[in-house]
Nanobody
Framework: QVQLVESGGGLVQPGGSLRLSCAAS????????MNWYRQAPGKQRELVAV???????NYSNSVKGRFTISRDNAKNTVYLEMNSLKPEDTAVYYC????????????WGQGTQVTVSS
């Protein structure tokens, strides 16, 4: 059974930092591309950051320079370090695992709420 479990969300003041974690089980983690998405109320789900199985990273323009994605294959975990947080970063953040050889193989976590407010 595949599970992706996010943690680390919460309430933070503007300018603050949070570190999200996503622990995966039931998949061969090291061969998956790992992604972080977010969805704010009333908006479409947005791709925030990507890290490939080879460690290549990419970011949306809205978070570039503030967020850092990383992975620890020994721990089957992907991280999202979020700095200089803004109120517009408020959303539910989802972890996603994509098998690079098949677009039909994709798994999602349950999401973790991040709220940026004073």
């Amino acid at each position: 059974q595949v599970q992706l479990v996010e943690s680390g969300g919460g309430l933070v003041q503007p300018g603050g930092s949070l570190r999200l974690s996503c622990a995966a089980s039931g998949i061969l983690f090291r061969v998956y591309n790992m992604n972080w998405y977010r969805q704010a109320p009333g908006k479409q789900r947005e791709l925030v950051a990507v890290i490939t199985d080879g460690g290549t990273t990419n970011y949306s323009n809205s978070v570039k320079g503030r967020f850092t994605i990383s992975r620890d294959n020994a721990k089957n975990t992907v991280y999202l370090e979020m700095n200089s947080l803004k109120p517009e970063d408020t959303a539910v953040y989802y972890c996603n695992a994509d098998y690079p050889l098949s677009s039909e193989v994709s798994y999602w976590g349950q999401g973790t709420q991040v709220t940026v407010s004073s």
